[in-house]
């Protein structure tokens, strides 16, 4: 079983990783951890490095956790929920999970929400994590 955890270095975010980690290695599964970037010249070469680095960290824990793990670091130009869905899409992943933050009306209405892009649009299962 392939599991995509969105990865964006919050806490609810390490809640997903645990979650996806735990269920995979009750089903036998590998981990996928996928931070999204929009690319362009908006990103800075100290938030990549720093993104990269996370990615490590993560990687390195949920395999010491005996689950097999792939981490990626997209810049395609979408947002976080598009990247997870095709993402999902194009490596053909069973199961995704995301973690959830609580927004307000206003925060929700101008910076949308990936959680609720990814469970809308996913063609797999969601599970979300708060």
């Given at each position: 079983m392939k599991i995509l955890v969105g990865y964006n270095g919050s806490e609810v975010?390490?809640?997903?990783?645990?979650?996806?980690?735990?269920?995979?290695?009750?089903?036998d599964g590998q981990v996928y951890v996928v931070a999204s970037m929009e690319g362009g010249m908006g990103e800075k070469i100290e938030e990549i490095r720093r993104v990269k680095e996370d990615l490590?960290?993560?990687?390195?824990?949920?395999?010491?956790?005996?689950?097999?793990?792939?981490?990626?670091?997209?810049?395609r130009g979408l947002t976080?929920?598009?990247d997870l869905v095709r993402f999902?899409?194009?490596?053909?992943?069973d199961h995704i999970v995301v973690g959830i933050?609580?927004?307000s009306r206003t925060r929700k209405?101008?910076?949308g929400s990936t959680a609720q892009f990814v469970i809308l649009k996913a063609s797999c299962p969601v599970t979300s994590v708060k």
């Open positions: 975010a390490v809640k997903a990783v645990d979650y996806a980690t735990d269920m995979a290695r009750k089903l490590e960290k993560v990687r390195q824990k949920v395999e010491q956790d005996g689950v097999a793990c792939e981490t990626e670091q997209l810049a976080p929920g598009e999902a899409a194009e490596n053909e992943i933050e609580k927004k209405l101008l910076l």
